[in-house]
């Protein structure tokens, strides 16, 4: 099952016969040292000692203000003690329990929000790629345009050179070679 609480105790009794006289305070930084050690939440020291103490005869004493989570029982008081502090423990735990449920659906909205951005920040990014390219290719092909445009334009003035080539081609006799020029006259009337 799940653990609710976890509570680490010692005990304390004192001889009659012992000449040095512990107090319960003696004991609270190496309980507090053991609870932190092992993990537990609390830490409950049950003591016969200074049994002449209004303070500890009166039940059970909160001593966290100097140790975290830290008490101080008689013996008689030991179920009291766990009883307390596995109610309380038992609703701090329902109320872990909700506070987890409204985490997880924050999370779930944050997760979805997150995942909203990341396709929205994505399909703009392929969009604005897609867009570039697609102006890209529009010049190109605006510039292929310009290009085959000229070079239409110098097959046609080419067309054209060749045209009057011919027509001086076909324009051309031996008569009109020869006709300022009668050295050459001679010589093709000689071959003649």
Known sequence: GVESVS??????NENDETSTKKKNEDFFKELHKDRVQKGCEYAILVSL????????????I??????????????QF???????????????????????????QNIDITNFE???????????RNYDLASRKFHEAISDIDKI??????TKASLLGSENNLRLANNKANDLSIKKLTKNNPTMALKFDDLN
């Open 49 to 60: 000692l200074e049994p002449e103490s209004d303070l500890y005869n009166q039940g059970i």
């Open 145 to 150: 345009i310009d290009k085959l445009q000229k």
């Open 7 to 12: 509570i680490m105790f010692e005990m304390k």
């Open 114 to 124: 997150s995942e909203l951005d990341e396709f929205r920040d994505g399909f703009g």
């Open 78 to 104: 030991f179920i009291q003690i766990i009883s307390l502090l596995r109610n309380s423990s038992l609703n701090s735990l329902k109320y872990k329990k909700e506070l987890e449920t409204v985490k997880a």
């Open 62 to 75: 909160d001593v966290s203000h100097r140790y975290e989570k830290m008490y101080v029982i008689r013996p």
